[in-house]
Nanobody, 124 residues
Framework: QVQLVESGGGLVQAGGSLRLSCAISGRTFSSYAMGWFRQAPGKERAFVAGISGGGGLTTYTDSVKGRFTISRDNAKNTVYLQMNSLNTEDTAVYYC?????????????????WGQGTQVTVSS
């Protein structure tokens, strides 16, 4: 059974930073590409960032480029999302997800496993 557990969410002022973590258990972590998605109230779940199994490839949605950085530590079975220069539009529940290859990273239906989500709230 694969399990993903996010942590690191919270309340931060606009302009601040947070680092989200997602720990995966149950499978060989490095064999999975990992993605971060977010869902704001009343909106659909949206792709944020993705990283390949080895960490050499990354992709971001345009609105977070230059502000967010996805990374992973395969020795710790953990993927991270460093979020800087946060603004109120970044407020959402953030989810990590896993899929077998670095392709179609922005399509939620292509992912096999999901975490339970962690709330990020950015105040003005």
């Amino acid at each position: 059974q694969v399990q993903l557990v996010e942590s690191g969410g919270g309340l931060v002022q606009a302009g601040g930073s947070l680092r989200l973590s997602c720990a995966i258990s149950g499978r060989t972590f490095s064999s999975y590409a990992m993605g971060w998605f977010r869902q704001a109230p009343g909106k659909e779940r949206a792709f944020v960032a993705g990283i390949s199994g080895g960490g050499g490839l990354t992709t971001y949605t345009d609105s977070v480029k230059g502000r967010f950085t996805i990374s992973r530590d395969n020795a710790k079975n953990t993927v991270y999302l460093q979020m800087n220069s946060l603004n109120t539009e970044d407020t959402a529940v953030y989810y990590c997800a896993a899929r077998p290859m670095f392709a179609f990273m922005d399509i939620a239906d292509r992912y096999d496993y999901w975490g339970q989500g962690t709330q990020v709230t950015v105040s003005s």
